[in-house]
């Protein structure tokens, strides 16, 4: 039992690196209805403007992530005005496509400026040493900061989006775009805040996860993948449905991992997946959407 609760600890951890992107991936699709390939590229290059300036130029751990983030709100809020607002009038597949040629020309500049080698970063949030629980369990101090970090933004993205005049007019472009125009909402600028939103939901993530990883262009990859996978899970209508399926994914992975083989860790995952979604395939927590014709 106590193995078990253990894995279900490790997995809740894992889950909550996925959640912090899925969640930008959702609030993306929700307001903007794009599938936002380069989402984990944006973390990977505001990681790597972190460690440039920590170990690189000597900046204070702390200022160096608050500039990383600061950078990744604005990467994000610029891309989209500048290439995802124009391409969105040539259709869906026209902005797949910018999103995909973003990732490959951000990992590619991330290659140009840092090296394509492997770099280690540690900090603070990877530190080694264990907090006990109850039990005789433990958990490490990197995940209980990937946990309660995790935890903490959920409340506040709830509590910004539930009483605040930026937050109502988020949600009110998500759910009815036209009629929050005709109320005077700035689309647009709604848009590009939530990419600048979710590009420092991204950034998050990959500071919390880099201690676990070696530092490169492709780092966030893997992680990404299975945000996507998480936020189709509990459905891309729904944020609250994206941290869920994060949390299961994660767990199912690291019990699979734990019980039946490492091998078969992810493809465990993803048939959970497809099986859930052969039942319901608007996600755990997504709602139908009916389309009048």
């Not at 279900?8 to 991936?25: D, M, R, T």
């Not at 979710?198 to 530092?215: C, D, E, M, R």
């Not at 966030?220 to 945000?227: E, I, R, W």
Request: with cysteine.
């Amino acid at each position: 039992m106590n193995l078990f609760l253990q894995n279900l600890i490790s997995g809740l951890s894992a889950g909550s690196v996925y959640a912090l992107l899925a969640v930008g991936l959702v609030l993306i699709y929700k307001s903007s209805e794009v599938l936002n390939f380069a989402h984990g590229s944006f973390a990977m290059f505001a990681t790597f403007i972190a460690y440039h300036l920590s170990v690189t130029s000597g900046w204070p751990l702390p200022a160096a992530m608050i500039a990383a983030l600061v950078c990744a709100f604005l990467i994000g809020a610029f891309v989209y005005r500048v290439t995802l607002d124009r391409a969105r009038q040539g259709g869906s597949h026209a902005v797949v496509m910018v999103t995909i040629g973003l990732l490959m020309i951000i990992e590619g500049l991330a290659g140009w400026i840092w090296g394509t080698d492997t770099k280690e970063f540690h900090h603070f949030f990877g530190e080694s040493g264990s907090i006990a629980l109850p039990g005789d369990l433990v958990v490490s101090v990197h995940d209980a900061c990937i946990l309660a970090i995790a935890l903490g933004l959920v409340l506040l993205l709830s509590l910004f989006f539930r009483f605040t005049r930026v937050g109502i007019a988020l949600r009110a472009v998500s759910q009815n775009q036209v009629a929050a125009e005709l109320m005077g909402v700035r689309v647009t600028r709604v848009h590009a805040l939530t990419w600048g939103i979710a590009s420092t939901l991204a950034a998050i993530a990959g500071l919390l996860v880099v201690p676990k990883l070696f530092l490169e262009p492709s780092m966030m990859f893997a992680p990404t993948l299975k945000a996507f996978a998480a936020a189709v899970l509990g459905g891309m209508s729904s944020i609250a449905g994206a941290i869920l399926g994060a949390w299961i994914l994660g767990v199912v992975e690291t019990l699979a991992g734990a019980y039946i083989s490492t091998e078969f860790q992810a493809s465990i995952a993803f048939l959970i997946i497809v099986l859930v979604l052969a039942v319901r395939p608007e996600g755990l927590l997504g709602k139908r959407i009916i389309k009048k014709v």
